[in-house]
C-alpha cells in the first residue's frame, strides 16, 4: 500500500530556511516520478515541483532558485529545501507519487503546513 | 503557461442530481487532464486520469470525457459523500496547472 507521510512544516520568519520531508512507503521514491502541490489557506491547488525518475526537476516560477526537491533512495524519502521564504509561501505542503505516463497526482499525503510570518 | 478555466465555480446540487463541471485549457493538452476531489481539511483525492480513466477504487457514478481543450467531468446521480471541491489539472507539461475549482453543495 503506498503511503506518504510529510513533516518539517511549522512557523519560520519571513527570509528564513525549512525543509520538508515525505516519507514514503509502498514504493521506492528512487523509482517514481514525485511531486510538491500547496495550497495557501481558502485558495486553490498550486503545483510547486517535481522530480523524475531520471532526477531531472523542474520548478514553478514562484520558487525558482529559491526551493530545492531532492530524493534519499537509503531512506526512501522525498524532500523540499525551501529557502529565502516570504509570506506567500505560506500554505499546506502535499507530497505527490505521479503515474508515470499520464503524470497525475495519483497518491496524496496529508499534507504539512508551513507558516511565514514574523 | 498554460491556463486552467473550471465552470461554475460553484454549484448547488440534491442528491441523486447529475453535475456536469466543465474544465477548458488555454490550449491543447491531448487528454493530459485530470480531476481530483477535496473535502474540507483534507488532502485531495484523484479521480479522474487521462481525461477519462478512473482511478482504482472510484465510483463509477463519477466519469470524464473530453480531449484537446473541452473536458468535462460528470457525476450520474450525486451522493452525501460527493460534496467537495473538485479539480482539474493539466499535466500536458510544466509549469503543471490546475484549475480554481468548483465547490458542490446542498442546494
Known amino acids: 500500500e503506498v503511503q506518504l507521510v510529510e513533516s518539517g512544516g511549522g512557523l519560520i520568519q519571513p527570509g528564513g530556511s525549512l525543509r520538508l520531508s515525505c516519507a514514503a512507503s509502498?514504493?521506492?521514491?528512487?523509482?517514481?516520478?514525485m511531486s510538491w502541490v500547496r495550497q495557501a489557506p481558502g485558495k486553490g491547488l498550486e503545483w510547486v515541483s517535481l522530480?523524475?525518475?531520471?532526477?531531472?526537476?523542474y520548478y514553478a516560477d514562484s520558487v525558482k532558485g529559491r526551493f530545492t526537491i531532492s530524493r534519499d533512495k537509503s531512506k526512501n524519502t522525498l524532500f523540499l529545501q525551501m529557502n529565502s521564504l516570504r509570506a506567500e509561501d505560506t500554505a499546506v505542503y502535499y507530497c505527490?507519487?505521479?503515474?508515470?505516463?499520464?503524470?497525475?497526482?495519483?497518491?496524496w499525503g496529508q499534507g504539512t503546513l508551513v507558516t511565514v510570518s514574523s | 503557461d498554460i491556463q486552467m478555466t473550471q465552470s461554475p465555480s460553484s454549484l448547488s446540487a440534491s442528491v441523486g442530481d447529475r453535475v456536469t463541471i466543465t474544465c477548458r485549457a488555454s490550449?491543447?493538452?491531448?487528454?493530459?487532464l485530470n480531476w481530483y476531489q477535496q473535502k474540507p481539511g483534507k488532502a485531495p483525492k484523484s479521480l479522474i486520469f487521462?481525461?477519462?480513466s478512473l482511478q482504482s477504487g472510484v465510483p463509477s457514478r463519477f466519469s470524464g470525457s473530453g480531449s484537446g481543450t473541452d473536458f468535462t467531468l460528470t457525476i450520474s446521480s450525486l451522493q452525501p459523500e460527493d460534496y467537495a471541491t473538485y479539480y482539474c489539472?493539466?499535466?500536458?507539461?510544466?509549469?503543471?496547472?490546475f484549475g480554481p475549482g468548483t465547490k458542490v453543495d446542498v442546494k
Open positions: 487521462a481525461a477519462s
Open positions: 509502498g514504493f521506492t521514491v528512487s523509482s517514481d516520478y
Open positions: 522530480i523524475y525518475r531520471s532526477g531531472d526537476t
Open positions: 489539472q493539466q499535466s500536458y507539461n510544466t509549469p503543471i496547472t
Open positions: 490550449q491543447s493538452i491531448s487528454r493530459y
Open positions: 505527490t507519487k505521479n503515474g508515470d505516463t499520464w503524470r497525475a497526482n495519483d497518491y
